[in-house]
């Protein structure tokens, strides 16, 4: 059974930068393409990106200029870096696998993790 | 960006009645269509990808249908486990995009 469980700060302070990681349990992050996925308080979800073991990454237009995910295979982890964080950032963050080519549809999630952005 | 609108934003159904939920595509998202479905505190769960296909261990009361821009969702009998919030998403275009959900509740 595939777990997948985000960790990091669940404060950030506003222009600082948001570090989540991504652990993922029973099966080798070195298949399948691996995303992560907001949703802001009473907004709806929101693809923020993805990674794959080649290195090949794929971001959403809306966030590109400030976002990096990256693999971590030794580990079996995988990254978010969001840079010059708002209020607007303030949301659950989700790790998913997909079971598809890098835009869905994701058959594992972790249970989320919530990140403030304030001072 | 695919924007992805679903209906009703709540349905009160009965248990044992059957559930429809819709979703609607801006524009043709061929079958590459998820709907998930999320329970308080759970992290979001699989049901149907390619629009009609069932994901690994989701009962047979749940079976989605449609191609290009109309979608169902229906839950056969709703059982009291089934209240959640329901999601679509297209996996078509990039960004993949999600419906706004349904949330689906005992009547």
């Known amino acids: 059974q595939v777990q997948l469980q985000e960790s990091g700060p669940g404060l950030v302070k506003p222009s600082e930068t948001l570090s989540l990681t991504c652990t993922v349990a029973g099966g080798s992050i070195s298949t399948y393409y691996w995303s992560w996925i907001r949703q802001a308080p009473g907004k709806g979800l929101e693809w923020i990106g993805y990674t794959y073991f080649s290195g090949r990454t794929n971001y959403n237009p809306s966030l590109k200029t400030r976002i990096t995910i990256s693999l971590d295979m030794s580990n079996n982890q995988f990254s978010l870096r969001l840079t010059s964080v708002t209020a607007a950032d303030t949301a659950v963050y989700y790790c998913a696998r997909d079971l598809g080519a890098g835009l869905g549809p994701f058959d594992y999630w972790g249970q989320g993790t919530l990140v403030t952005v304030s001072s | 960006e695919i924007m992805m609108t679903q209906s009703p934003a709540t349905l009160s159904v009965s248990p044992g009645e059957r559930a429809t939920l819709s979703c609607r595509a801006s524009q043709s998202t061929k079958s590459n269509l998820a709907w998930y479905q999320r329970k308080p505190g759970q992290a979001p769960r699989l049901l149907i990808y390619?629009?009609?296909s069932r994901a690994t261990g989701i009962p047979a009361r749940f079976s989605g249908s449609g191609s290009g821009t109309e979608f169902t969702l229906t839950i056969s009998s709703l059982q009291s486990e089934d209240v959640a919030l329901y999601y679509c998403q297209q996996y078509s275009y990039l960004p993949p995009t999600f419906g706004q959900g349904t949330n689906v509740e005992i009547k």
């Open positions: 390619g629009a009609s």
